[in-house]
């Protein structure tokens, strides 16, 4: 369960429909973007811009915009929903209790490639896994394939620039080949609607 306001800052909803290309993955909302109350919303933070050069989204969306993205077959959500101002601060019960919370959710919603956002994020969601940097996994998470993007922050030592980030997002547009149209996702909506609607109830 979410502490609640830190700093005055609520957490973020997260941006998701059933059936979608691809959900990005955050470790968690930084404070700028708690008190936006948006996505990615850190001046020094080019995720939008990174979306728009490799061709996720046809415009240049702003952070105010993170809820079109369904309408692109793309989805937003973290792992832990407490805004802080460095991943660090995050305590180890924190961890413990987003991934699983995580997995329910891909479960729920289905998405066909989960991009996880950040090489020490993958270390967190696939413990135990041999393969080290940004790229393809081999292992899968509910069902959904997996990609590991380079952290798109201004801070990224690793990844300096906006070109070396670039790379890898474009990579990843190449991986889940052509997005699903919104007639696609939509048809997707409605379909695990009436599929969770006509399921028969088990006992308990």
Known sequence: MARGPVDGCPTLPDILAPGLSVVFVGINPSLASARAGHHFASPGNPFWRLLHASRF???LLRPVDDARLTEL???LTNVCPNPTRSAAE???REYEAGVPALLRKLEAFRPA???LVGVTL???VLPGSPETGPGPRRGSIAGARVFVLPNPSGRNAAYPGFESKLEHFVLLRSFIGRPRSPART????RRARRARATSPRRSV
């Open 113 to 115: 490639v989960v991009a």
């Open 73 to 75: 077959g793309l989805g």
């Open 122 to 124: 993958a270390r967190i």
């Open 57 to 59: 989204t046809p415009a």
């Open 186 to 189: 939509q048809l997707a909506s």
């Open 90 to 92: 995050l305590t180890r």
